[in-house]
């Protein structure tokens, strides 16, 4: 049986504005900010506003406001940095490597040639954040 949704998880906390998220885009259903600890230049997280542990607990209906909101982030990241490819990751669980749980995609622009840095390694300094979510923003058109 899958375990219980925590609404004491930090993604919660985040979508209920109790800690602070440097966003690019919300909507009546999804909310999408920078990931603190990138793997990557722009490393943006997709996240619906219904609360699920992951995939294997969400309702169905949760994937089309998401995936829409994913598909607008991976188009505006690419044209934000001038990526060759951008990479979606989503975890299920701790042996998939979840360390959040609430449902969440990974959307991370791609160079050819440069590897993702370590899952949930270094945090970005809140600045260097700040000016890479402005450049999302501009490329998203809001
Ligand atoms: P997961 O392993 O659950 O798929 O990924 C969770 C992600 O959330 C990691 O990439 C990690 O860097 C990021 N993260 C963890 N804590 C915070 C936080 O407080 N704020 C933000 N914006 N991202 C976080």
Redesign the pocket.
């Known amino acids: 049986m899958a375990e219980a949704y925590d609404p004491g998880n930090?993604?919660a906390?985040?979508l209920r504005g109790e800690?602070p998220?440097?966003r690019i885009y919300e909507d009546d259903a999804v909310v999408a900010?920078?990931?603190?600890?990138?793997?990557g230049v722009g490393?943006t997280?997709v996240v619906p506003k219904a609360p699920s542990r992951?995939i294997l607990d969400a309702d169905p209906a949760t994937f089309g406001p998401l995936f829409a909101v994913v598909q607008k982030v991976a188009v505006a990241v690419k044209k934000a940095f001038n990526a060759d490819g951008v990479t979606l990751?989503?975890?299920n669980e701790p042996a998939?490597?979840?360390?959040?749980?609430?449902l969440?995609v990974?959307v991370i622009p791609r160079f050819d040639g440069v590897p993702l840095k370590p899952?949930?390694?270094q945090?970005e300094k809140p600045e260097v954040?700040a000016e890479n979510a402005g450049k999302i923003r501009a490329a998203l058109g809001n």
């Open positions: 930090i993604f906390k985040i800690i998220s440097h900010f920078m990931d603190v600890m990138p793997q490393h997280l992951n990751m989503q975890f998939s490597g979840q360390t959040v749980y609430h969440h990974h899952h949930s390694g945090m954040l």
